[in-house]
């Protein structure tokens, strides 16, 4: 099996691209398939977020892009700052991983979310697209390249217990099968 456990800070082409969700690419150990269907381990530094475009390189030399995969992510789209505002605070309040620009407010789809949202007197649209939240003010990587000396507040949920597969969505037609890696002492 490939393993990565070096992140690039010099752009050099790339041979491969990982495809991961969000709550993948917030993951430091994990195993999981490249776009081509090989299998890698990644064995990363903790507390950091892999963005979409981030550089890695793996233990046989080659180059490997991050590609932000898509998946269900609910949209907010208001030309007026003070309810784009409210819309995220009442988020943030809640730990939610946000996606801010100009005029719109994306977060990770959750019908719950989307009913205050909604309650707030915005609309929400449901999309299938990449996923990139603020990386927030105790972030380790805030995604320019700077890291700051502090860590993640923002909860990853657990996609599967340790030893244990699931298939999460990705982009184009890569499908990644997702292990814990590497494994505690479970005979595995």
Not at 23 to 48: A, F, I, M, P
């Amino acid at each position: 099996m490939l393993t990565v456990s070096q992140r690039l800070d010099h752009v050099l082409p790339a041979s491969a691209q990982l495809v991961l969700t969000y709550d993948l690419r917030c993951k430091s150990r994990l195993r999981t398939v490249l776009s081509t269907g090989e299998e890698v381990g990644l064995v990363l530094e903790r507390g950091q977020v892999l963005r979409g475009g981030d550089l890695l390189l793996a233990d046989d030399g080659r180059v490997i892009e991050v590609v932000a995969a898509a998946e269900t992510v609910s949209t907010v789209a208001t030309d007026d700052p003070r309810q784009l505002a409210r819309a995220s605070y009442h988020l943030g309040n809640r730990h939610v991983p946000l996606q801010i620009e100009s005029s719109t407010l994306s977060y990770q789809h959750d019908h719950v979310l989307d009913d205050m949202v909604r309650g707030l007197g915005l609309t929400v649209q449901v999309l299938q697209t990449a996923f990139e939240p603020e990386a927030g003010a105790y972030s380790t990587n805030t995604g320019d390249g700077a890291h700051l000396h502090a860590h993640s507040h923002s909860p990853a949920p657990i996609l599967a217990k340790p030893g244990r597969t699931t298939t999460v969505p990705a982009a184009a037609s890569a499908v990644s099968a997702v292990k814990y890696w590497p494994p505690a002492n479970r005979g595995e």
